[in-house]
């Protein structure tokens, strides 16, 4: 199988290639299996304009000042894993108590940094994120200081979600006391799978009776939410595996489960195996939608779990699943450690990567930006309409009528033929994906946000397109963005 990026890059080319409505359609043979010929992004959502360093840097110090204006969250990142998993392109450095120690002093610095900034201090941040690389490994200690410092330089919310994330190897009774204490409400555990093979396969550590054993003592803890992830797709994974692995997941006492896609990145030690023959490929796209659907087929009939977005499943009324709600739209997130990436007033930055360079830059003062993005003038709409296709059920006119314009009538050309394509269905104003556009859900959510995008362009070969001309004149489309622009100033 190609690799994720080759996969991008075809659809990509395929849009610059087409400029046309078309480009955006999708193959009518079989939704489920074929419907794209590859995904499109990660995380779907609007382009940003990369911004110099320099200029970065002084204006989000100028900006710290300014109060928040939409519903904040913050992340908090660890950089640090105790190994390596061969599928995995977040991992940093290796872990080590004297590691875990040094970050933590420079973290509480940055979280001291901005305090007393509107921007960080305003309004409340509704939910707080904890993740890595494996936040579970530091020190318990360090947790303890950490989120100590969090809710000192932080305006958490009274029912702020507070979730840590990690694996359960070495995540001691003594560490999730330390998390307990701090408010931590939520655990986000990386399980990925119970199969033994295929976890010693990826070099996960721990035995499947362990992870199990360990989640049932988590689970048994009062307003503490245990949520799992699991990942399909592995080589070796389909078939009776993958449904074990959902029948595990569905009966273990625990409050939420994400199921999402393996991607095989390019310069992960998972595609290099692979290419040179040590280990059988991953699923294909169509293996890969088979086991997505079986997951919808087993959460949606079991009568303990409901669905709460494509991918995320609800047990107990404890998962909220606000953090990953909230980033998906255009809310505020306050970034802070080596590594983590946030966004203000739509514009977004990820931190340097480098720990030494990110403790220097801290140690000095400053804000540790490596790399920012200028939005779109348009972005609060686009993002609001690709984190709503990727959720689950999506109304445009609700969408455009928050932003006083009409979405639906440009996307038209492309949700009927989604519809026909068997894609989405309709009821009233609402467009429901089916099974099929489920799992196509980050990519169709890309293609509605580019659609979008070029509809409102200057491109005229676009606007020469006769589906174009059919829906949107050019004079329509600059009266649009007209009124988007005053809207969102
Ligand atoms: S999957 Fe998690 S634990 Fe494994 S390398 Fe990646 S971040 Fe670290």
Redesign the pocket.
């Known amino acids: 199988m190609a690799s994720f990026e080759m996969g991008v890059q075809l659809l990509k080319n395929m849009l610059i290639k087409k400029k046309s409505y078309s480009a955006f359609f999708a193959d009518e043979s079989d939704a489920l299996h074929k419907a794209f010929p590859a995904k499109a992004t990660v995380h779907a959502g609007p382009f940003g304009i990369p911004m110099l360093w320099n200029s970065a840097r002084n204006f989000l110090e100028k900006k710290s000042f300014e109060p928040r204006k939409t519903e904040g969250i913050a992340y908090v990142h660890t950089p ?6 061969l ?6 450095n290796p872990y080590s108590k004297e590691a875990s120690n040094a970050y933590t002093n420079t973290l509480i610095k940055e979280f001291e940094l901005w305090n007393g900034r509107a921007a960080q201090n305003s309004a409340p941040i509704k939910a707080l994120y904890f993740g ?3 936040p579970t ?1 530091l020190e318990a200690s360090d947790i303890r200081k950490i989120l100590g410092a969090a809710r000192k330089n932080l305006p958490l919310a009274k029912d702020c979600e507070i979730t840590f994330e ?2 359960v190897h070495g995540f001691s009774d003594e560490k999730l006391e330390a998390c307990l204490e701090g408010g931590v409400n939520r655990l986000s555990i ?1 399980v ?1 799978t119970f199969n033994p093979e295929i976890r010693r396969e990826m ?2 550590l721990d035995s499947p009776e362990f992870i199990i054993h360990r989640l049932e003592e988590l689970g048994e803890h009062d307003n503490l939410a245990v949520v799992i992830d699991l990942l399909f797709g592995f080589p070796g994974q389909k078939g009776k595996v993958w449904t074990k692995d959902l029948r595990i997941a569905a009966e273990l006492p625990i409050d939420g489960v994400d199921c999402y896609q393996l991607n095989v990145f390019e310069k992960s030690p998972l595609n290099t195996r692979i290419k040179s023959g040590l280990c059988e490929p991953a699923a294909t796209l169509a293996e890969a939608a088979d086991m997505y659907a079986e997951s919808v087929e087993k959460f949606s009939s079991h009568p303990d779990w409901h669905r709460l977005t494509n991918t995320h499943w609800a047990k107990t009324p404890l998962e909220r699943n606000l953090y990953n709600r909230l980033a998906k739209g255009p809310s505020d997130c306050l970034p802070f450690g080596c590594g983590a990436g946030g966004k203000l007033f739509g514009y977004s930055w990820m931190q340097e990567r480098k720990l030494a360079k990110w403790s220097d830059m801290v140690d000095k003062g400053l804000k540790p930006v490596f790399v920012m993005m200028k939005p779109q003038e348009h972005w609060t709409l686009m993002r609001t309409l690709a984190s709503s296709v990727e959720s689950g059920p999506f109304n445009l006119c609700e969408i455009g009528g928050n932003f006083n314009v009409d979405i639906e009538k440009p996307l038209k050309p492309v949700m009927d033929q989604w519809i026909k394509a068997g894609l989405l269905e309709k009821s009233g104003d609402l467009y429901s994906p089916t099974v099929a556009g489920q799992f196509w859900y980050v990519t169709m959510a890309q293609l509605a946000t580019e659609a979008l995008t070029m509809i409102i362009s200057k491109d005229d070969s676009f606007k020469a397109d006769p589906i174009t001309q059919s829906v949107y004149s050019p004079n329509q489309a600059e009266a649009w963005l007209k009124t988007i622009n005053k809207r969102e100033k």
């Open positions: 640090f894993c105790e190994s390596r998993c599928f995995c392109m977040f991992y940093q890595g690389g494996t490994a990690g694996r990386g990925q070099q996960r």
